[in-house]
């Protein structure tokens, strides 16, 4: 993806596109100890090598994943295994000592508001490019403290003791390569499952390793990006992965509204693929990032504070619901006394046409009207189709279906039967396209796996008929080290959809 953003809940300076080569025991497999918790912890730290070193196989989790795992696992760890973790995790003034050449070599400097504090180098390749650009750095921070906290009133980051010189959030400037604008990283275990963290941003975002956007712009969206994950380790570290990066790429529109950096991502979104699960984490194309259009959606039908809802109902203190992320939403849907079915299926018949049902969106090549699964017309000689398709769990398609211009006349309609099995919760809208620029919508009511339901279909006034349609099932086995959500296992896969179409004309009876 364009912007290698590492958004983990690690300790430490990641390893940057210009560092040395990792010691042997990062790239090379450690023998697998009796213990279990042992073995998981050599694996991530193995893990974590080969994906920070470039050396990832089709099979590693992202960066943010494989280094999570590493900062949950390391307390298993000893011996130099420790030792190289503490390398890989580590802040800038840690200092020159870290073999893989990620700490500042010479003393660092800051800048200090209310709530921030910008770390800085005066010389060296980490050196920002003026004192002005670290007081934009601080004052953007700042600015971006009161937007998420104060007016959002989502959680300030937990304080680090005076681990950076007080209790404000430290912020590193570093020269961290082509393609990594930032992350920022917890730290210190709190109460439950929250910790205390900091953040690194490149030291200029220099045109010739950021081509883009301007400097400006990219401080602007990553800090809003980067900031929230901070945020986000005062409910739950250990929140499902796409959960974490969907909710702060969303988060940068409610910050940088105007720079819309994020819509690089829909290409990678069930806006334009909706056939893929909704809790997706692919290390390949992102959909994790490009999903934060159905985060945009629901607060474009309720308000932004769904969204913290939805963080207190996945946090892990007294009062917070501790639920993983999908039970989350539902928790907070419940409340408004609506199915996460009903709004999943919404969700996805809105991303039929995109240009109707988001406010940014006439205009803009992202959000063009996605493919669909078929795309037929109906005729007097060719008057019925039938679609057969598979869909994972939280995923959609849709089909259009036209009406061709022997089908005249007001007694053409449209009969649509939708198949798929009772286990795949299956969902689904018809979207009727009418040649006045309207558009009316039906619901398919699902009854032991059937949906049926007669619509016009006269070419006179109807130029199209959308069938969305949807499994929304949230079945998973739990615990089962995916990157889904609570780490499990769907139960529903691979379900199949039938979709039947067929032109009927109504005759009076005699």
Known sequence: MHRSTVLAVVVGVLLSPMSGALPATASDPTPLPADPNARVAITALDTAGRVLAGDATPTDPSATVALRDLWVSRPDLSGSEALEASSLLARPTDGADDPFANGYTVPSESQCGEHVCVHYVPTTADAPPSLDWVALNLTTMENVYE??????????????????????LDVYLKDLGTGLYGYCA?????KARTASGFCVLDNDYAATQFPSQTPENNLAVTAAHEFFHAVQ???????DPWMLESTATWMEEQVADDVNDNRQYLQYSQLQAGYVSLDAFSTTYGFQYGNWIFWEYLTSRWNTGFVKKAWEAAGSLRGDGGRYSIEA???VLRKKKVSLTDVYADFAAANVTPSRSYAEAPGVPEFADPKVKADVTLSRAAKSDVVRTKLDHLSADAMHVRPGGDLHGTKWKLRVSVRAPSRAAPAGRLLIHKLDGTVGTRTLSFRRGRAHALVPFSSSSVAAISVSFANVSTRFRCGTGTDFACHGKARDEDQKFVVTTRALKKHKRR
Request: net charge positive.
């Open 186 to 190: 917890a730290e210190f275990r709190k």
């Open 329 to 331: 939403i539902r928790s």
């Open 147 to 168: 937007r998420e906290v104060n007016q959002l009133g989502f959680r300030p980051p937990r304080g680090d003791g005076n681990k950076g010189g007080d209790k404000k």
């Open 233 to 239: 380790y005062s409910y739950d570290y250990n929140e």
